[in-house]
T-cell receptor, first 115, second 116 residues
Framework: AQTVTQSQPEMSVQEAETVTLSCTYD???????LFWYKQPPSRQMILVIR??????QNATENRFSVNFQKAAKSFSLKISDSQLGDTAMYFC????????????FGQGTRLTINP | NAGVMQNPRHLVRRRGQEARLRCSPM?????VYWYRQLPEEGLKFMVY????????ESGMPKERFSAEFPKEGPSILRIQQVVRGDSAAYFC??????????????FGPGTRLTVL
């Protein structure tokens, strides 16, 4: 079974700083997808970024980028020029490429951006 | 382009009552997933459905919980004889994946169930 671990329960940075959230996972699969979802106080789950395991290039979406290290089974999220609206819970998630299409989530990191 | 819709957003039930949670997937999506989030925890998979078919219910409790996705209408997650431990946020997600091939799941706003 796959597991996802987020070792930082809480983080706090000043506005405009850069912050990196950690995620590690365990799987015997070779092909899979990794995701970061954001859950602001409204509790809506919002997709931030997606990475296909077969791609060597790290995914980027505006101020959000990932550092995907397949051999180390590590998938960290970097937020540049952080904004107050980035305050939220961030969840790392894993999904196999074929077969069971369920997302396996980590425990989450509560990120606070301070003015 | 409407996203995933869930209703009600908040539901209060007394112990022993039934709870019905509804989910309408995004336009063009035919796959629906239900997840449960207990307070201060991540989401846990419950069930994966296509129209008129349950694909994977490995995360759903064997008793009191059932799910359906009829040919017409929304997907329904039904909890019979609710207990306090059922209090949680229930999220629905949808994707346009072909069966057996993964695709990104987009989430609805969730239904917060409170059992008194």
């Amino acid at each position: 079974a796959q597991t996802v671990t987020q070792s930082q329960p809480e983080m706090s940075v000043q506005e405009a700083e850069t912050v990196t959230l950690s995620c590690t996972y365990d799987t015997s699969e070779n092909n899979y997808y990794l995701f970061w979802y954001k859950q602001p106080p409204s509790r809506q789950m919002i997709l931030v970024i997606r990475q296909e395991a077969y791609k060597q290039q790290n995914a980027t979406e505006n101020r959000f980028s990932v550092n995907f290290q397949k051999a180390a089974k590590s998938f960290s999220l970097k937020i540049s020029d952080s904004q107050l609206g980035d305050t939220a819970m961030y969840f790392c998630a894993f999904m196999k490429e074929t077969g069971a299409q369920k997302l396996v989530f980590g425990q989450g990191t509560r990120l606070t951006i301070n003015p | 382009n409407a996203g995933v819709m869930q209703n009600p957003r908040h539901l209060v039930r007394r112990r022993g009552q039934e709870a019905r949670l509804r989910c309408s997937p995004m336009k063009g999506h035919s796959h629906v997933y239900w997840y449960r989030q207990l307070p201060e925890e991540g989401l846990k998979f419950m069930v994966y459905l296509q129209k008129e078919n349950i694909i994977d219910e490995s995360g759903m409790p064997k008793e009191r919980f059932s799910a359906e996705f009829p040919k017409e209408g929304p997907s329904i997650l039904r909890i019979q004889q609710v207990v306090r431990g059922d209090s949680a946020a229930y999220f629905c997600a949808s994707s346009r994946a072909r069966q057996g091939v993964a695709d990104t799941q987009y989430f609805g706003p969730g239904t917060r169930l409170t059992v008194l």
